[in-house]
């Protein structure tokens, strides 16, 4: 069965530190891969997303990058975080009836 | 450009009552995918439903269901008896096709309190 996994659920940077999040999708191949973040508790905005490996679509000009080292891996990233950055990160993938995200990590920059 | 506009963004109803939740959407696309998600406290996101450009007919799935109205460009949300448990946020959504992919575009939400 397909499942994705998303790492850690709950995370607490100062600002100026690096940031690493990553998900993996198992039981499928060439899955499109997501990154949103939900800032304020509501609505999802999309950042990255990705149709193979090494390939990778920006949505909006920010302080973060995703790469895509794997076919079932993606990382979103960042040198340097922001007060901004806050937020409720997912992934997710798509399989053939919709998209299906991870359980999610709550950002908080401090 | 695409665009969903979940116009209410609180609603409160008393236990067994109905509740519907509005979803417009705007695109110039003639393919699409629409999508209900529910988003309950702690945080995941629950696909409910997914309806094609073309299905037109309504569906319903227990005391949930959905009517798609092309020529208002609207996709609404209905939950019969409503009850606690189905205390959450609300997400319409619309996917589109573009050269890079499929992307899926939010609308805000709604919050949905349901009461004793």
């Known amino acids: 069965s397909q499942t994705i996994h998303q790492w850690p659920a709950t995370l607490v940077q100062p600002v100026g530190s690096p940031l690493s999040l990553e998900c993996t999708v198992e039981g499928t191949s060439n899955p499109n891969l997501y990154w949103y973040r939900q800032a304020a508790g509501r609505g999802l905005q999309l950042l990255f997303y990705s149709v193979g490996i090494g390939q990778i679509s920006s949505e909006v000009p920010q302080n973060l990058s995703a790469s895509r080292p794997q076919d079932r891996q993606f990382i979103l990233s960042s040198k340097k975080l922001l007060l901004s950055d806050s937020g409720f990160y997912l992934c997710?993938?798509?399989?053939?009836?919709?998209?299906?995200f991870g359980s999610g990590t709550r950002l908080t920059v401090v | 450009a695409q665009k969903v506009t979940q116009a209410q963004t609180e609603i409160s109803v008393v236990e067994k009552e109905d509740v519907t939740l509005d979803c417009v959407y705007e695109t110039r696309d003639t393919t699409y995918y629409l999508f209900w998600y529910k988003q309950p406290p702690s945080g995941e996101l629950v696909f409910l439903i997914r309806r094609n450009s073309f299905d037109e007919q309504n569906e319903i799935s227990g005391r949930y269901s959905w009517n798609f109205q092309k020529s208002t460009s609207s996709f609404n949300f209905t939950i019969t008896a409503s009850q606690v448990v189905d205390s959450a946020v609300y997400f319409c959504?619309?996917?589109?096709?573009?050269?890079?992919?499929?992307?899926?575009?939010f609308g805000t939400g709604t919050q949905l309190k349901v009461e004793l």
């Open positions: 997710a993938y798509r399989p053939n009836y919709g998209y299906t």
């Open positions: 959504a619309l996917n589109i096709l573009t050269g890079g992919g499929n992307k899926l575009t």
